[in-house]
């Protein structure tokens, strides 16, 4: 089992930042790719960002590329999500997940083996 614990959200303003963090314990932490998910209000579960087990590599979704950026320090088993340029539309609970298949699996909500409970992020205009 991986425990996972988001923190760090909060109100900000339009073109503001923020930072989240996920906190992970239990198994090693770096046997897993990391994901960032989002869920708006009555909208469905999406993918934002990934970063393989090393850090190496990272991707993202087109809606945040340039604006977001995912990190990782093994060493503390936490992962980051530094959002910059922040708009009324990235207003969600951002969840991070952890995954130990493939990158095939790294963007799909249904590939991650666990999940934290989210943390409330909302943009105002």
């Known amino acids: 089992q991986v425990q996972l614990a988001e923190s760090g959200g909060g109100l900000v303003q339009d073109g503001g930042s923020l930072r989240l963090s996920c906190a992970a314990s239990?198994?090693?932490?770096?046997?897993?790719?990391m994901g960032w998910f989002r869920q708006a209000p009555g909208k469905e579960r999406e993918y934002v960002a990934a970063?393989?087990?090393?850090?190496?590599?990272?991707y993202y979704a087109d809606s945040v590329k340039g604006r977001f950026t995912i990190s990782r320090d093994n060493a503390k088993n936490t992962v980051y999500l530094q959002m910059n340029s922040l708009k009324p539309e990235d207003t969600a609970v951002y969840y991070c997940?952890?995954?130990?298949?493939?990158?095939?699996?790294?963007?799909?909500?249904?590939?991650?083996?666990?999940w934290g409970k989210g943390a409330l992020v909302t943009v105002s205009s």
């Open positions: 997940a952890a995954t130990s298949r493939g990158l095939y699996y790294y963007t799909k909500a249904d590939g991650m083996d666990y």
């Open positions: 239990g198994r090693t932490f770096s046997n897993y790719a």
């Open positions: 970063i393989n087990r090393s850090g190496g590599s990272t």
